[in-house]
Nanobody, 126 residues
Framework: QVQLVESGGGLVQTGGSLRLSCAASGRTFSRYIMGWFRQAPGKEREFVAAITWSGGSTKYADAMKGRFTISGDNAKNTVYLQMDDVKPEDTAVYYC???????????????????WGQGTQVTVSS
């Protein structure tokens, strides 16, 4: 049974930084793609960033490029999302997800992911 547990959310001021963590367990994740998505109130869940578990490839949504960084620690089975220069529009619940055996080109799509965490709230104050 795959489990993904996010942590690190909270309240941060505009321009500040926050680091989210996603601890994965239950499988060997070496061939998985790991992704971060977010969902703001009244909006659909959207892609934030993705990484191959080997760390060789990363991908970002345009709005996050240059501000967010996705990384992974294989030894800890943990994926991180470093959020810098945050803005009020970054306020959302952030979800970690795992994709098994899917193509990299589809890693920005919700339906490419098989497992989801419970989410962690990020609130950016203006």
């Amino acid at each position: 049974q795959v489990q993904l547990v996010e942590s690190g959310g909270g309240l941060v001021q505009t321009g500040g930084s926050l680091r989210l963590s996603c601890a994965a367990s239950g499988r060997t994740f070496s061939r998985y793609i790991m992704g971060w998505f977010r969902q703001a109130p009244g909006k659909e869940r959207e892609f934030v960033a993705a990484i191959t578990w080997s760390g060789g490839s990363t991908k970002y949504a345009d709005a996050m490029k240059g501000r967010f960084t996705i990384s992974g620690d294989n030894a800890k089975n943990t994926v991180y999302l470093q959020m810098d220069d945050v803005k009020p529009e970054d306020t959302a619940v952030y979800y970690c997800a795992a994709s098994q055996g899917r193509a990299w080109y589809s890693s920005n799509q919700l339906n490419s992911y098989d497992y989801w965490g419970q989410g962690t709230q990020v609130t950016v104050s203006s």
